[in-house]
Nanobody
Framework: VQLVESGGGSVQPGGSLRLSCAASGFTFSSYGMSWYRRAPGKPRELVATITSAGGSTNYADSVKGRFTISRDNAKSTVYLQMTSLKPEDTAVYFC?????????WGQGTQVTVSS
């Protein structure tokens, strides 16, 4: 099982980034997918969740209206489009897959928002 995040980097406030998480080794289309983040000195935070078929999404209040989670089950990939980025969005972003009692984590990708 692998979850491999990509797309992180450094961006100025107000900028945009698109994170991708490529999955392999399990039936991606059967799993709900989420993005979490961990900022230095802060607890891990659930950012966004999408159901297995992509019909329902949920977001943390801190990112509503700025971030969009989506998935392409044909490509076994989940995305996080991030716009209007703020310095407080700086964190390591992790991809998470879950189905019943089975759960997998990616290794994370760093996002830094700074002028």
């Amino acid at each position: 099982v692998q979850l491999v995040e990509s797309g992180g980097g450094s961006v100025q406030p107000g900028g945009s980034l698109r994170l991708s998480c490529a999955a392999s080794g399990f039936t991606f289309s059967s799993y709900g997918m989420s993005w979490y983040r961990r900022a230095p000195g802060k607890p891990r935070e659930l950012v966004a969740t999408i159901t297995s078929a992509g019909g329902s999404t949920n977001y943390a209040d801190s990112v509503k209206g700025r971030f969009t989670i989506s998935r392409d089950n044909a490509k076994s990939t989940v995305y996080l489009q991030m716009t209007s980025l703020k310095p407080e969005d700086t964190a390591v972003y992790f991809c998470y897959a879950r189905r019943l009692s089975l759960a997998y984590w990616g290794q994370g990708t760093q996002v830094t928002v700074s002028s």
